[in-house]
């Protein structure tokens, strides 16, 4: 069993399944992928404590952040490698006097880091990916993204990044609202809460999304590829 459903008592568990929440949603020929806010921001420097990472970035994750980037690299290459497109998403440049926060939560009033909104070396976006600003939560909100997934004939979007129960879950919701078919890679996925990240893995799962490790949507795609 999955760590993350673990956390769910049985009888909880057999509560959704009898009510027919679930299943696997089919993964299409034409699939892209959306890596959600991997920033320093949300990551903190690799080897910090998520105290440490806390007390420079409020939003960070700290050592978990860490974990899943060697998954996250991975799961990117294998986009490339079959040369299905790759989005990256951050936070727009500090526009709130005109857009407003992007969650409810009062942090810490303290300056901003140079690189806050810089993504990793290791997963760095190449010159001809999109790496998408945006002002709330969900990637949808506001953004041009449902056209660029119309035009490219996007049929599946795979969705990693953090946080799992924020603007991952934010966009995964919106992502399934619009009509595509979302999957979501639980070990490319972290939070800053374990609970809270099991919690909204679960719901996802149940309502919006197939939750599919790394190794299980790998063996999904490739398969694909090689009866072609």
Not at 45 to 67: K, Y
Not at 141 to 152: A, C, E, N
């Amino acid at each position: 069993m999955k760590n993350w459903l673990a956390i769910v008592p049985e009888a909880e568990r057999r509560t959704y399944e009898n009510a027919g929440f679930g299943g696997d949603i089919e993964i299409g020929e034409n699939t892209a992928l959306m890596v959600v806010d991997v920033t320093y921001g949300f990551t903190g420097r690799e080897g910090q404590t998520l105290d440490d990472s806390i007390e420079e970035f409020a939003t960070a994750c700290g050592p978990v952040s860490w974990e899943a980037m060697p998954r996250i690299k991975r799961l990117i290459e294998m986009f490339r490698e079959l040369g299905r497109p790759v989005i990256f998403t951050r936070s727009a440049p500090d526009d709130t006097p005109y857009s407003g926060r992007a969650t409810k939560g009062k942090r810490l009033d303290k300056k901003v880091a140079a690189d806050h909104n810089e993504i990793p070396a290791v997963i760095a976006p190449r010159a001809d990916e999109w790496v998408l600003e945006k002002t709330k939560a969900s990637a949808f909100f506001q953004t041009p993204l449902v056209s660029y997934l119309v035009r490219k004939k996007i049929d599946t979007v795979v969705v990693c990044g953090v946080a799992t129960s924020g603007c991952v879950r934010a966009s995964v919701v919106d992502c399934f609202s619009n009509g595509f078919p979302t999957v979501v890679v639980d070990d490319c996925c972290f939070d800053r809460s374990q609970f809270a990240h099991s919690a909204n893995l679960f719901d996802m799962n149940a309502k919006y999304a197939s939750v599919l490790s790394l190794h299980e949507l790998e063996a999904k795609m490739l398969g694909k590829q090689m009866q072609k």
